[in-house]
């Protein structure tokens, strides 16, 4: 019986989760800010990922409370932790960007972050790594070029690009004039200024 009763206090509480976070969505939709911020927060405070990504969003963008990108950081930190995508993204972007010069754990953990978000198939967090372990310190081109083919893979045209200027420098693949010009001609035609640049070179 004591069992029973505790899975109905979880479905219960996972129900109301829900249901707050979806007011919160309408709330966010009608611009009613405050109330939807409100919603967000009454759901993350019972550990509901979604509802914690969301108000990252709502500190980050000082939608519906004042812009703080610490607590943002904090609950995109908590919903990473039960590896929603989107928040694994943008805590690995707050620690990148935020970080110490020589906080090399933070790094660290931003790249694992980035690295789930990405094996999750998140497009912004493959492209994100590709760019990133082709620029790095010590680039790891190979790791770099099959990060870019899965966010080219899913539509990305920056990365496509990218994915063809790695074929015409030979960086992580053997250098191939015909493979950059295809992945080029693809970026082009889905928009990219600089690969329709690249063709003209």
């Given at each position: 019986l004591e069992e029973a009763a505790f899975q109905l206090q979880q479905i219960f509480r996972i129900d109301i989760?829900?249901?707050?976070?979806?007011?919160?969505?309408?709330?966010?939709r009608a611009g009613h800010y405050r109330i939807a911020y409100t919603c967000f927060k009454l759901a993350a405070d019972r550990g509901y990922s979604k509802?914690?990504?969301?108000?990252?969003?709502?500190y980050e963008h000082?939608?519906?409370t004042e812009k703080d990108l610490e607590k943002a950081a904090f609950y995109y930190y908590h919903a990473a932790s039960s590896c929603h995508p989107m928040a694994q993204y943008r805590y690995?972007?707050?620690?990148?960007?935020?970080?110490?010069?020589?906080?090399?754990?933070?790094?660290?953990?931003a790249v694992a972050f980035l690295e789930q978000a990405a094996m999750a198939g998140l497009t912004e967090a493959q492209a994100y790594l590709g760019v990133f372990y082709m620029r790095g310190l010590q680039p790891k081109e190979?790791?770099?070029?099959?990060?870019?083919?899965?966010?080219?893979?899913?539509?990305?045209?920056?990365?496509?690009?990218?994915?063809?200027?790695?074929y015409e420098r030979g960086l992580g693949v053997q250098q191939n004039l015909a493979e950059a010009m295809k992945h080029y001609r693809q970026s082009a035609a889905a928009g990219n200024r600089n690969a329709q640049d690249r063709l003209q070179v």
């Open positions: 989760s829900i249901a707050l976070n979806i007011l919160g969505i309408e709330s966010m509802a914690q990504f969301n108000v990252g969003l709502c000082g939608r519906g690995a972007r707050y620690l990148i960007c935020h970080r110490p010069e020589n906080e090399w754990d933070r790094l660290q953990k190979k790791r770099g070029l099959k990060y870019l083919l899965l966010a080219a893979t899913n539509g990305d045209a920056q990365s496509r690009y990218h994915v063809g200027v790695c």
